[in-house]
């Protein structure tokens, strides 16, 4: 029963004549300095398997506009289909990791494992560093700040199984105490 957590869409290569993989995995912030973040993978997730042979990913954040691409690639599996095809969504190229992107959402984090952590009964969290960003004109400010209202992100809602964007503000860290300088 959480408020909503990030949508994003993970990409990972894919094994050697299989298509590459999009999920949609449980994603969490481990640290802002130095970026980090964490997945969590069920055993019977197909990227969970290519993540434990790539070790590196892309952590693509979509646009509330995408949602039924979102939706379409999570609930089918990559063993039957292409979800680059069946989702309408287009394959690009990372800058800093060997892993496609989505080339409709306007941030990929680019990230290389660097721990992992089984989770009984069939969980895996893989840990991880942002080791490249990319983003869209307009989605950050000259400082590299995440400009929420200007994008129409959207995130998922445990407990009711729905999706809300995002954009009023309503504080920031460090605001008790007269801090307007965190960005993690």
Known sequence: MLPPVPAILLTVNGRPGDPDEISVLWTFVVSGDPPQIGVSA??????????????????????????????????????????????????????????????????????????????????????????????????VDDAGRLMVPAVDFFGMTAGSGEHYTMGRRVGNIGMTVGRTDIKY
């Open 42 to 139: 069920a055993l019977e997730h197909r990227a969970r398997g290519l993540l434990e042979i790539h070790d590196e990913f892309v952590l693509n954040v979509p646009l509330a506009s995408m949602v039924e691409a979102f939706d379409t690639v999570d609930m089918n599996s990559g063993r039957v289909a292409d979800k680059f095809e069946l989702s309408g969504l287009t394959r690009g190229t990372a800058t800093a990791v060997d892993a496609p992107t989505v080339e409709e959402s306007p941030i990929h984090c680019e990230c290389r494992i660097f721990d992992s952590l089984e989770v009984p009964p069939e969980r895996k969290i893989f840990l991880a560093e942002v080791v490249a960003t990319t983003a869209i004109e307009g989605a």
